[in-house]
């Protein structure tokens, strides 16, 4: 599976209550990013979408920075210039294009120097969008608008195990405005052209006069699925107290009703504070466990070796055969393309380099879980926490181990504790419910999966992937 990333056009508007909209202080902070170092070929549109974007929103009476190709100091030295700026009861915009990243149930806006290869590197490099907003809330901006053109997809490959594609619902302060240029978790292929569908059809609503904001992007989202026969349905979510108009001196008349897009309902689970089980003997696993065992698809090194990032990491291996980080990260590709052979080997390379290496020892007790050799993963998996202590990418890998073998107590055990540490990480949550439900609570392990699957609708497809079912 692919990550996939989706451009963040988010429109943030918020009103104060004492302040009429319209003659407010007006500030946009307009990004477009394409030279991405991991991409094939930059990206055509953003650049192009960014500089419209910010013509019109100038013609509309805003401020505007724009911002090509931002490095991660770029793109927070712009933000902090934008916060500076917001006086209480103003009006701020934030337009943003280039590559989203979802990571633990938020979205992150990617610099173009970001170096992704773990989920902790998306929170690391990336600028969470909820975030930004609550920084301009608490800077007293009367609007918030936020319009986020990510959709398009990433040249990530599946660098890290708990990932979900597209984007995630934003939880944003009163009075913003949000746009997504396609629906939640949801990626769409690059046209190809000089400018998105997004913005083409935007730009067509924002010129039109005496419309309200929320009926301005109900507009867009109606143009773009009409256009993409419905291939491409943008995702709107509002708490707007008051008319917003992009055009100064709009009739303030009442916005069509927005047609609302059910969000996913979410009951923030409590993990039950147990602690860790201590494996110091190995549990008895079943002959033949009850899931799926998928199997490496044999793809050889050779086949591919064209693959970019393969051949680049390669490159730097026969320079170096001991540079235990390009074993690793071509360990990585390699599990994201299925070539599970391919990955452990690099991971024992990187493991006889540096015998401390953790996230080696997580990635192989993965990779060999999903092709079921579970003896020498849970071994890896101990290992990785006996170096680090409720490190919980291994707590997870670990349930997934004792999940398949028929261990759902010991599932059970992991998944909590992983919880505890992070309580939106989907995949515990829903290998915890798995396990609740082979454990005889059934009722508990449907309200655990019920939460996951509406955190991640894909969590299932990428459970199967591991070969559980």
Known sequence: MRLRLALLVTLVLSVAPTVPCLAAE??????GNAKYPDAEAPLKEPINDARDIADELKRDGFSVDVGENLTGDGMRRAFDKLYGRIKPGSVALIFFSGFGVQSTRQSYMIPVDAQIWTEADVRRDGFSLETVLGEINSRGAGVKIALIDASRRNPFERRFRSFSAGLAPVIAPNGTLVMYSAALSSVISDNGGDHSLFVQELLKEIRVPDLMAEETLNKTRVGVTRASRSEQVPWI???????????????????????????????????????????????????????????????????LADDPTIKSLTAKLAENPD??????????????????????????????INPKDVEAFNNRCWARTVIGDLQAALKDCNEALRLRPNFVDALDSRGLVNLKSGQAKNAIADFDA?????????????????????????????????????????????F???GVR
């Open 323 to 352: 540079d235990q980080s390009a074993l690793y990260r071509r360990g990585q590709v390699y599990a994201s393309k299925g070539a599970y052979s391919l990955a452990i080997k690099d991971f024992d390379d990187s493991i006889r």
């Open 237 to 303: 979510s509002s708490s707007l107290a008051e008319d917003f108009s992009f055009i100064p001196g709009g009739s303030g008349r009442p916005p069509t009703q927005i047609a609302k897009i059910p969000e996913p309902k979410y009951v923030e689970p409590t993990p039950t504070p147990t602690s860790t089980p201590n494996f110091d003997t190995q549990p008895k696993f079943d002959a033949q466990p009850k899931d799926t065992q998928p199997k490496d698809d044999g793809l050889s090194a050779g086949s």
């Open 26 to 31: 007006r500030f946009a902070l307009v990004i």
């Open 418 to 462: 992983a919880l505890k540490i992070n309580p939106r990480l989907t995949s515990s949550l829903y290998g915890r419910g798995l396990a609740k439900q082979r454990n005889g609570s059934f009722s508990e392990g449907d309200l655990d999966i019920a939460n996951a699957k509406a955190m991640d609708p894909n969590i299932v497809k990428e």
């Open 464 to 466: 199967q992937g591991y």
